[in-house]
Nanobody, 121 residues
Framework: QVQLVESGGGLVQAGGSLRLSCAAS????????MGWYRQAPGKQRELVAA???????NFADSLKGRFTISRDNAKNTVFLQMGSLKPEDTAVYYC???????????????WGQGTQVTVSS
């Protein structure tokens, strides 16, 4: 009922920047939370940042100061601005959202297909 489509990944040099976007579409009455996770091969998927409908944010401690999360509620879109990128930031970045479908009373979790971010040294 809901699709999340990420864009903006790519190959950058260490110290560079990227801006990821995630647009949600489908049966959406409201979105409680939108956020970003990442996963490197052989490693556990980890939270990067999340943003609630009310504007509260949750960042991985190691990323505070380098990454910024923002949203456009009218367009059901969330952004992740990544700066001072390091090789260890290399991963597939996934958009996630808790969405209340039209006619529903509680939210369901959805995931995007992921976008590759590769940071060269």
């Amino acid at each position: 009922q809901v699709q999340l489509v990420e864009s903006g990944g790519g190959l950058v040099q260490a110290g560079g920047s990227l801006r990821l976007s995630c647009a949600a579409s489908g049966s959406i009455a409201s979105i409680n939370v939108m956020g970003w996770y990442r996963q490197a091969p052989g490693k556990q998927r980890e939270l990067v940042a999340a943003l609630t409908r009310g504007g509260s944010t949750n960042f991985a401690d190691s990323l505070k100061g380098r990454f910024t999360i923002s949203r456009d509620n009218a367009k059901n879109t969330v952004f992740l601005q990544m700066g001072s990128l390091k090789p260890e930031d290399t991963a597939v970045y996934y958009c996630s959202a808790n969405v209340v479908n039209i006619g529903a009373t509680m939210g369901r979790n959805y995931w995007g297909q992921g976008t590759q971010v590769t940071v060269s040294s």
